[in-house]
């Protein structure tokens, strides 16, 4: 979780935050690291209070692949992870007791839904038809 309260952080202050972690203060580090205008770092840190658009986001996940979005967007999670994603908290409802465990049940119980999916899609598309049941 992440270390403030995601209701009183904006957008604007993860990015301030992020930037002063990962890029040291540094705009001009950070703009030629991530393909991000100084200017618009400048825009977005400084009194014009411009909120990071798409583009913005998405040159700063290409440059750093540990960076959780969920995080920027929404305060939850932790600013970076392993792999850019965190799955630690949406699968701990499946109960399992570690990452791997977590993706295995995920994937398990995703797979059973879409055969019930599929299932039930071929049930509707045989019994719909003009008297040729397969049974």
């Known amino acids: 979780m992440s270390n403030f309260e995601n209701d009183k952080v904006s957008i604007r202050e993860r990015f301030r ?3 002063e972690v990962v890029y040291n203060n540094s705009q001009t580090k950070m703009a030629q690291l991530t393909g991000v205008a100084q200017g618009s770092i400048s825009d977005i840190l ?3 209070g411009t909120t990071p658009g798409t583009e913005v986001f998405i040159k ?3 440059a ?3 960076l959780n979005l969920n995080w920027m ?3 939850e999670g932790e600013m970076q992870t392993e ?3 965190n799955i630690s908290e949406p699968m701990k409802q499946y109960g399992a007791t570690s990452d ?3 993706l295995a049940k995920v ?3 995703s797979q059973q839904e879409l055969v019930s999916v599929i299932r039930e899609n071929l049930d509707i598309k045989i019994s719909g038809s003009s008297g040729n049941k397969k049974k």
Do not use: M
Request: a positive charge; zero cysteines; aromatic letters at 12%.
């Open 46 to 48: 400084g009194a014009r």
């Open 17 to 19: 935050l992020y930037y």
């Open 107 to 109: 994937l398990l119980r």
């Open 64 to 66: 750093d692949k540990k």
């Open 73 to 75: 967007l929404t305060g």
């Open 100 to 102: 791997i465990g977590q």
């Open 83 to 85: 792999n850019g994603y």
């Open 60 to 62: 700063l996940k290409r």
